[in-house]
């Protein structure tokens, strides 16, 4: 075929998946239509009104003429098939009753596919780049205290704003659901405190929670959060213009409805726990997330059966070393498990503090907020190479990072790191560092171990480099532990 | 009368710059700006295979600037329409993936 007939008919093809894309999907969930009593004139689609502009007649259609647009050619034009079609002219009926595996209801089970008639670079459609799929179930999971609920809200933030999550690029914008059945008054200051950090979303997020939902254990449980979701995910399209993209579920255990004990160690009841997390995913057309504990063990992972992990597409892992006190350090997400890459890719992060204003009464609040500032980029987990004279440089230096610390870009083409003045981090570094004699001695002494430990630092631990007259100093241990 | 009538060479003109002529006249002002914006990524999507991808960004950037998509497009996009920018569609063109779903 002639190369420019090609991209005529490529692009008329093309027009009709833009202008009508509910429609070129068989399993899509349709309204009735009325029924016509008598064959009715149909209108041309926008991808026809397109070939007529090339000046080219429609297939089966005679240029002299230009009514009588039959339903097959508009098909043909608008890129769908005739079957497709068919399930569009099908009018809804009762749906059987249905338990909790619906996600292969719609599906076709008798489908026989060939090598070469599925593109591979479209069959695998991702919400996040290499990690989360467009539509699927998966678990944010972790001990209390891990920030789960907070990465979530990462999560959520990226995929409304579109900017990356973890270096990670966002392949499909939209609206995001969170059913909020623990800590629900935590949702609109985690929220206003990620989009208030991070920026990008001015005015109103497409955002929505729900502090309820029916048990996922109960009869049609996937019909009934459909039925919940579907007015919302509507609204998202009319009121921001995207689609439902992402739904989280806090918490799997509150969401399951378990009637008895022991019944989250029931193969059984986990498996249909993530039938129904699999379900509302596939009818909505979105990633579903539910966010899980672990157990007394970490090693073992989820808690309670390991079937859950099992069906999950995406596991994410919330880790941390948890002191007696609750105190948690080295906090860092790992993808666990995923079907597009490598799994157990480590991306430390901490939690900052932030500011949210004053609340009604006056009261000062704030909330948290997490920096992925030395993970951006991918990498291992990775031991200690701090030695121990270099312990009290790395503390203040840690401490000075979180209090006065900013996301800079030293280098042009290196990494965005989170930085701060060397002069802040000399004082402190002094401060805290023992000296005797008198004060001039004590100075010296201080002065002296401060540039020691920096210079030993400088060795693949920290970066420093002045910029706009300020000595910015940055931590880069990955790439020291990397090469150790 | 001159016998000899002198034969008018044809303009030499790539496959690329027909499709832009072809589709250019359908990126006219008076369609809404959505049609237009499928318009527009339809025709990169198909353009695809007529000239290597920086060809095809270039001279889609310069049909987008030309028939004043961009700037319509910079002028009525909220942040969530924005996902139609011109960097978003030109970019899911290439990749023949649909961002209207």
Known sequence: MDPLEKFKTDFVRRRGEAHQPKAAKADDKLRPRPKATGPAPVKPTAA???????????????????????????????????????????????????????????????????????????????LVQDCIPEVGHGLIAGQWGTFKTFSAFDLAYSCMSGMPWLGYDIMRRGGVLFIALEGSAEVPIRLQGVIEDRGKIEGPAPFAWIETCPPFLGKNAADEICKIA??????????????????????????????????????????AIMNTLKAVAHRMKCFAFGIDHFGKTVETGTRGTSVKEGSADVVLAMLGDKSVSGEVTHTRLALRKRRGGANGEEHSFTARKVDMGPDQFGKPMSTLVLDWSTAQTPQPAAKEHWSKSLRLLRQVLMTILADHGRNCQPYADGPPVRACDLALVRQEFCRQYPADGDEKQKAHTRFQAFYRAIKAAQDGLIGIREVDGVQLTWLIKPEAERSS | MNAITPIKATPACDLLTQAVALVRPQLERSKPLKER?????????????????????????????????????RRTADLYHSDKTLEHVLRWGLLRRNPFR
């Open chain 2, 37 to 73: 914006v499928e318009i527009y990524w339809a025709a990169i999507a198909a353009a695809n295979s007529l000239a290597a991808v920086d060809i095809v960004r270039e001279e889609f950037l310069r049909l987008a600037r030309e028939t004043h998509l961009a700037d319509d497009l």
């Open chain 1, 230 to 271: 579907e007015p919302i995910a509507k609204e998202f399209v009319s009121r921001f213009g995207v689609p439902l993209v992402l739904v989280i579920i806090d918490t799997i255990i509150a969401a399951a409805g378990y009637t008895r004990d022991g019944q989250d160690n029931d193969a059984a009841a986990g498996q």
């Open chain 1, 48 to 126: 026809q009104n397109s070939l007529r502009e090339f000046g080219d007649s429609l297939p089966g259609e005679d240029a002299n003429v230009d009514t009588d647009f039959g339903a097959t050619n508009i098909n043909a034009a608008a890129g769908h098939s005739e079957e497709a079609r068919d399930a569009v002219d099908e009018p809804i009926g009762d749906e059987p009753e249905s338990g909790n595996d619906e996600a292969d209801k719609h599906s076709e089970p008798n489908k026989v596919y060939w090598h070469g008639e599925v593109d591979y670079r479209e069959s695998r459609p991702y």
